[in-house]
C-alpha cells in the first residue's frame, strides 16, 4: 500500500483546509528545530509524502537549497514553489542511487499502513541516500492518553474550535491507520536497524517521536 492509501477525498479536502494549514506552518518551524532541520545544510533534500509542500518551504525560508517533495498527488497551486514537485510511491522512489543527503518523512509513516510497506519505504531510502546521509523520522508516538485525546477529536462536536473539528474529520477517515499506528509504532526501531540505519538522535514529546537516522555502514 502507498503512502497516500489513507487519503480520501474527506480527507484531503481537512488537510486543506485553511484552519490546518495555519496550524501546519506555525508548528513545522519548531518540528524542524527538533529535528535540528532549521540551519541550511549543503545537499539535496527529499521529502516523501510531503503534502502541500509546507516542511520545505520552511527550510527554503532558512536558505537550504537543492528541495524535493514527492506525494502520491500533485498538491497546492501552480505557482512557483520553492521545491521540485515529484508525483511517485514513496516504495518506488524514481531516482538514482546515492541521489540525496537527507530524505525526510514527516507525519506520514502511519499511512504506510504495515511494517511491510515502511520497510520496502526505508529500503528505498537507503538506496537513494548518500554514504553518509541521513533520515529524518516524525510521526505520534502511541500512548494511553493520546489514544484517548483521538478518540474524542472524532466526535462531531459543534462546540470544537474549527482546527479540532477539522482535524476530527482527518481522524475519521485515517481512522484504522492511524490507530494501527498508535499501537505498532515501536515496531519502527527493529525495522529502521534491518533496513540499514543507525538512529542518531531521538527526541520525544507528549505527542511526537523525532528521529534523526544515518545510514549505517
Not at 182 to 190: I, P, S
Not at 203 to 207: E, M, V
Given at each position: 500500500m502507498s503512502d497516500g492509501a489513507a487519503e480520501t477525498p474527506a480527507w484531503s479536502e481537512a488537510f486543506a483546509a485553511p484552519e490546518l494549514a495555519r496550524r501546519r506552518r506555525r508548528t513545522y518551524e519548531g518540528k524542524l528545530q527538533r529535528l535540528d532541520l532549521s540551519p541550511a545544510i549543503a545537499g539535496r533534500t527529499l521529502d516523501i509524502a510531503c503534502g502541500h509542500g509546507d516542511a520545505l518551504r520552511v527550510l527554503s525560508q532558512h536558505g537550504h537549497r537543492g528541495l524535493v517533495g514527492l506525494d502520491t498527488s500533485r498538491h497546492g497551486n501552480d505557482h512557483p514553489q520553492p521545491f521540485a514537485q515529484i508525483v511517485a510511491d514513496g516504495t518506488h522512489l524514481p531516482f538514482a542511487d546515492l541521489s540525496f543527503e537527507r530524505i525526510l518523512?514527516?507525519?506520514?509513516?502511519?499511512?504506510?499502513?504495515?511494517f511491510e510497506e515502511i520497510s520496502r519505504l526505508l529500503a528505498e531510502c537507503r538506496r537513494v541516500l548518500t554514504r553518509g546521509g541521513h533520515l529524518y523520522l516524525l510521526d505520534h508516538m502511541g500512548s494511553f492518553w493520546l489514544r484517548g485525546l483521538f478518540h474524542i477529536l472524532q466526535w462531531r462536536c459543534p462546540l470544537y474550535p474549527a482546527s479540532a473539528r477539522r482535524f476530527g474529520e482527518q481522524l475519521r477517515e485515517e481512522h484504522d491507520a492511524i490507530f494501527w499506528?498508535?499501537?505498532?509504532?515501536?515496531?519502527?526501531?527493529?525495522?529502521?536497524?534491518?533496513?540499514g540505519f543507525a538512529v542518531e538522535r531521538q527526541?520525544?514529546?507528549?505527542?511526537f517521536l523525532?528521529?534523526?537516522?544515518?545510514?549505517?555502514?
Open positions: 518523512c514527516l507525519h506520514s509513516l502511519h499511512h504506510f499502513r504495515s499506528w498508535l499501537t505498532e509504532w515501536r515496531q519502527l526501531f527493529d525495522t529502521l536497524h534491518l533496513a527526541t520525544r514529546t507528549a505527542a523525532y528521529l534523526r537516522c544515518r545510514v549505517d555502514e
